[in-house]
């Protein structure tokens, strides 16, 4: 891509009023706009940002086993009362009526709706246990946006309903999705900490926030000197654990829920035929990440005064290439030949922009390979990447053998 | 996959108040439920299908120099008020207020959208042209739902918007999106006709329908013996055509719209920055496809009395394979070399389902390939495309060989 034809450029200022550095960096590197407060356009920058982190988490769902699918973003009400939400999430819950008259909720989790289209087949326990989730748009009608994508009013989120003949086989997809999440948070980049939660409206009797630790955030809870032991806030049992426990701040970018029985006794017909025939309920969990905080939180762990540092997994481009030469053939051939190794490159072509305002928006926009063509390189290349201070002259070849490890 | 583990698995009878084919087999083979009327749930089979219709258009608007970006769902109301759509648009728009008041369309298309993140950069001659997309959840609140997934309430478009410094590189772009759009569609496997329309609410003076030949659609349009002309029933001119009209049915599967001034004129700082400096204002394109209609078009395209047939590019597996021997191993065997070659296999492994149920399901979901392994086949493996009654019998390596053509 060249960076001249980029819909969505980098802006000189920061804005002052943005106290989170994702919510800075990312408006002023060309990431994110806001439309209205708590509600962003990701441009193509963050686009890709976000197409990746979705892609590990589908490739990290699928192989645990789970099967996406897509349910529709209007929820007719009338579910949401079969579990009295429309009550317990009423704070949060946006309704709205279409022109017969006839009501929905915006939804801002999707249990009721799973379980809807469950209960329209007629499952055996031989069906069970299977997990399927989405990704898809959610609603939160918070009374205040804060910090970005750090806390909003509508977001994409990735959500996992798994159903179960008992107990015991949930709690094995309960360990499931814990290793799952381990593994989707470590390849963007993220330390999670797993921390012993509140299930709110949600339901159920116990859940995991994966939160990271950052004075960005507002999940407060309290971690043992050994971190064996971690508690959100309203939940911790400083009776239950002896040692010295740590306060900490951290944002919680996933959730993992135990729900039980919690929406198959209050929902009708969520059965399956048991082995001898006769209706059972059905044991669920749900799992829960928000894709958008996601991409926010890695900013705050990835990030320094001069801009960001995306992580190698999740960087909207893999090479920046600037040009300094009033030339541009070398620069356009090297853009050719990493095009064809497939490399993903944005191509700083800009004529009317200095090198130094190049170099400031390398760093801003923090793509982890920066490659530089100019005079003073003469028949090489400089190479420098984004977390590193040392930058070297590489000849072509040693280049694409660099590239390609 | 292991259909014993699929959620979302066919049901026997047809429901015969479903008279779309595409309606009545999408319904019966699982790929999709009904959550409300015109509302769906896309399931595990009918997601797979729907993400391979999305990485082709994806594919295709990329290479046609399109960039990828998301707006929000919820439309701020001031903008659509802004171009007097809330009312040319009001009888399908749908509106809510969050709990502080503040208004909000569900929006139908993102014209509004798309001008007002636009306008939140200074733009110049030199940023332009551009072509930005999204794939986005849209809102139509229809009186009438029918036929399934073809007239729906809620529905993912691929929508995209060209910003242009005059009208003469406008229609470069609309030539480009003609082409691409063309590429798309015959690459799902759809024969389109490409005919003259009514821009209608979006507003601009021509546009033109790709639609399909059906007698399942909705779109009525004359075309010329010769196909060289093409236009919807509320825009022929019998005059301008001097020869013989055919009268045709069709499903309209996407549209290229001319937008001009439309937008720019009616919306604030809808310019940019011309070579001298002076605002001026850009002129307008957008383009459109409806996924789940796209879906639905091609089974009404590729089915027969047995069920679907879908075509290779989009079949949710490209191999159903089906053990009928009650000794499993050779086909646990043949399922995990498959998938050591990266095949996408359905494992129909049930084992308390008749032979004639396997053949039969095979056929109403309708997967390319169909594998057999039974007493019969002994050491070989009976190969059988699903668009054809020829059968084979094939050694492993034969059938390797051929999978690989």
């Not at 806030?233 to 039980?260: A, C, H, S």
Request: glycine fraction near 8%; charge should be neutral.
């Amino acid at each position: 891509m060249k960076y001249s034809k980029l819909f969505g450029k980098t802006i000189k200022e920061p804005q002052s009023d943005m106290k989170a550095a994702s919510h800075r960096l990312l408006h002023q590197a060309g990431f994110v706009r806001e439309s209205t407060a708590g509600r962003y356009f990701f441009l193509p920058l963050g686009n890709l940002v976000r197409s990746k982190i979705i892609n590990i988490i589908r490739e990290e769902m699928n192989k645990a086993g789970a099967q996406e699918m897509i349910a529709p973003v209007l929820h007719p009400l009338e579910l949401w009362k079969e579990t009295n939400r429309t009550d317990t999430a009423s704070f949060e819950l946006t309704t709205l009526k279409d022109r017969r008259g006839a009501e929905f909720a915006l939804g801002g989790t999707a249990e009721e709706m799973f379980v809807d289209v469950v209960r329209k087949f007629q499952i055996s326990y031989r069906d069970l246990p299977f997990n399927i989730y989405q990704f898809s748009q959610k609603f939160r009608d918070e009374l205040r946006a804060r910090g970005g994508l750090l806390r909003v009013r509508e977001f994409l989120m990735k959500d996992a309903y798994s159903f179960h003949a008992n107990e015991e086989d949930f709690k094995k997809e309960y360990k499931n999705m814990w290793d799952t999440y381990s593994r989707i948070y470590k390849r963007v980049g993220l330390d999670t900490v797993v921390v012993e939660s509140d299930n709110g409206y949600i339901g159920g009797e116990y859940c995991h926030e994966f939160v990271v630790e950052s004075e960005a955030g507002e999940s407060k809870f309290f971690i043992s000197e050994d971190g064996k032991y971690a508690a959100h806030e309203d939940v911790v049992d400083k009776n239950k654990y002896k040692g010295k426990l740590i306060e900490k701040l951290g944002i919680e970018v996933g959730n993992i829920f135990q729900l039980g029985y919690h929406y198959s006794n209050k929902m009708d017909n969520a059965t399956f035929a048991g082995e001898e025939g006769s209706p059972q309920k059905y044991y669920m969990g749900c799992y829960g990440i928000g894709i958008g905080r996601t991409l926010a939180t890695i900013v705050e762990a990835h990030h320094d005064d001069k801009g960001i540092i995306w992580p190698d997994s999740v960087a909207p481009f893999q090479v920046y290439l600037i040009n300094l030469n009033k030339d541009t053939s070398k620069a356009d051939e090297l853009y050719k030949v990493l095009q064809g190794i497939k490399w993903q490159v944005l191509y700083d072509d800009r004529k009317d922009v200095s090198a130094g305002a190049k170099f400031a928006d390398a760093d801003l926009i923090g793509i982890p390979v920066r490659l530089v063509i100019s005079e003073r390189t003469g028949d090489k290349i400089e190479y420098k990447r984004r977390d590193s201070d040392r930058s070297e002259l590489l000849s072509i070849s040693q280049l694409l053998s660099k590239l390609k490890k």
